[in-house]
């Protein structure tokens, strides 16, 4: 078997040779020589499937977020990467949080040692939110937050600090992931189980619906499966599945699906594979409008999958790692192609450290060339009608939906994700992936072919153990100076039991 990316190999082949090759993706989907028939469906970008696209015109009449995730040391020093990226062109801000913000730890907790402003942007409270978002009205933007388990309390946050600030709440738009059950499945980053975790996500949907229902109040996360090692089909499946569980808890909450499904997005990972990734992310759009009519949705607006893309970290490389420039441009290309709202673009310095400021740039400019000089943005859905798409993107949907129907015979993701079978899928997926690397099936330029001896990386971006003592000093202070009585009396209320009103 050959893969489709033995490029190397290939150049010493026959003719005769290639023809009794099998290519295939890593997903297991067969490439044909020749693609010389498909019935081309008369569908519509903008209308029911959305196959095509949520909007009729998409970029011609508007581009998607640029956005650069970002985070990083203190909120003193993020909040400046944040104007500069502003002033560079980004359209929309993302925020990294440090590993201990992200599963409920302050700075000065024995288990965020060594941790503290690393992954991320450190916040152990509104202070830090207010010095992060200083000069950056909340209302003018729009942020997105990586944060899942202690998503509710980074969102009261920003709510609180757009209130500071006098926005109207009615106004203020983002996303928080709050995507729990891919942190079982692939990340890590949870706190309470599973079906606990749901109760408090769909709390976040009802309220986020009447006082803030211009938030995205949950981005369902692939990239993360991706990054642990999934194919593309099962970074489709495994996120749609993960989807329908929150509609059905929010459905058993009694909450609108007409009303809740308006503010539901995704989060896909974009590799190299360049066709492979637009048929994905057509047939997610294609699949999740047939999931929501099934599950009860009328308006077509609460059946558009809606997503934000972030290129494939785990492809980049330390070896030359100039080249990831390239690699990072095709897979923007391909979510461009496919029909992104929002794009993130990693810094070709990522697999050795935090970005630069250099490679910040880059990034951000690769967005800009593709949107403003490739003429991809000129025209919907560019690659519709193309045998070799049009295929594809039904042998990724066809795929998909096998295991999708596998994880409902289990009853559903959360009891999938509970006997480990996800799981179990992901990292199968993820050992094929390497063993076929080490045997040079897939080539992987500068890793495993075409190496050359290099001198040693020298442009790090590294952050000082010494953060930590400057976050600890900053809940010293605001220990010493804040109303702890005042404090207690709000904490003994709100543990009083409480009247329920149903509406």
Known sequence: MTSVYDQFNRQAMSTEEIAGKKFVTESGIEIKQLYSDHATKSEKPGEFPFTRGVQADMYRSKLWTMRQYAGFSTAEESNKRYHYLLGQGTTGLSVAFDLPTQIGYDSDHPLSEGEVGKAGVAIDSIRDLEILFNKIRLEDITTSMTINSTASILLAFYIALARKQGADLKKISGTIQNDLLKEYAARGTYIYPPKPSMRIITDIFEYCSKEVPKWNTISISGYHIREAGSTAVQELAFTLSNGK????????????????????????????????????????????????????????????????????????????????????????LSAVLGGTQSLHTNGYDEALSLPTEEAARIALRTQQIIAYESGSTETVDPLAGSYFVETMTDEVERLAWEYIHKIDGMGGAVNAIEAGYIQNEIANASYEYQQSIERNERIIVGVNQFEMQEAPFDKHFSIDDSIREVQIKKIQQLKSERDSEKSLNVSMQSRKPQKTVRI
């Open 245 to 332: 569980a929150y509609v059905k808890a929010a459905l058993e909450k009694g909450l609108d699906i007409d009303v809740f499904g308006k503010r539901l997005s995704f989060f896909f990972n974009a590799h190299n594979n360049v066709f492979q990734e637009v048929a994905k992310f057509r047939a997610a759009r294609r699949m999740w409008a047939s999931i929501m009519k099934e599950m009860g949705a009328k308006d077509p607006r609460a059946m558009m999958l809606r997503f934000h893309t972030q290129t494939g970290g785990s492809t980049l490389t330390a070896q030359q790692p100039m080249n990831n420039i390239i690699r990072v441009t095709l897979q923007a």
